[in-house]
């Protein structure tokens, strides 16, 4: 009901390639279809808008990507940015906003919603470097979520336990989270595991 209430919206000023249902699907076919913009939510089934922009552009795509949310956080947008979107707006937003920032990102300049609230101070892809974690932070990350010990999480990665010890640590430190709960539970909510 509100990809169709989207394409109405958009339809008269926009040429539409495609919706798609799921992050694997959107990868697909933007990838396919190789559209100028796409609108991305970050909670999708299957893949979450976060890894399926990571993999678009990993892909290679030039494709300018909008995160259509109806999260208001500051480290949520921060992650948008630094996966490669160009824009990110609220879902409450108005119509006109929204076809505003498709054409702003569509003119290679970058659109945040005025709604979204706290945003950092300084430059957004600063803020966003400071609160990434590695390639292999989210591989520990993932096994954590899984509930294995840092052993098991070691035997499983082909490191130390100690160097998967580390791993965790730094980024406890990098999101600002002081147990394993709070660090699953905020990963959750930034996308960074599923």
Not at 49 to 76: C, N, P
Not at 105 to 121: I, K, Q, W
Request: hydrophobic residues 40%.
């Amino acid at each position: 009901m509100f990809a169709q209430g989207l394409e109405s919206l958009l339809h008269d000023e926009f040429e539409l390639l495609g919706t798609a249902g799921n992050g694997e699907e959107l990868v697909e076919a933007t990838l396919r279809l190789q559209p100028d913009v796409i609108l991305v939510d970050i909670s999708m089934p299957v893949l979450n808008g976060f890894d399926a922009v990571r993999r678009i552009k990993e892909a290679g795509s030039q494709v300018k990507i909008i995160f259509l949310t109806m999260h208001d956080d500051a480290t949520l947008v921060s992650e948008a940015f630094r996966c490669g979107a160009s824009g990110y707006i609220l879902k409450h937003s108005a119509g006109e906003e929204l076809v505003n920032a498709i054409r702003e990102v569509a003119n290679g300049n970058n659109y945040v919603s005025p709604l979204v609230t706290n945003l950092p101070s300084e430059p957004l892809m600063a803020h966003a470097q400071k609160t990434s974690i590695t390639p292999r932070q989210r591989e520990v990350l993932k096994l954590i979520s899984r509930g294995l010990t840092m052993k098991e999480i070691a035997s499983q990665l082909n490191i130390s336990t100690r160097t998967a010890e580390t791993h965790k640590y730094e980024m406890m430190q990098t999101l600002g989270v002081e147990t394993t709960a709070d660090l699953i539970r905020y990963s959750l909510r930034l996308g960074l595991i599923s």
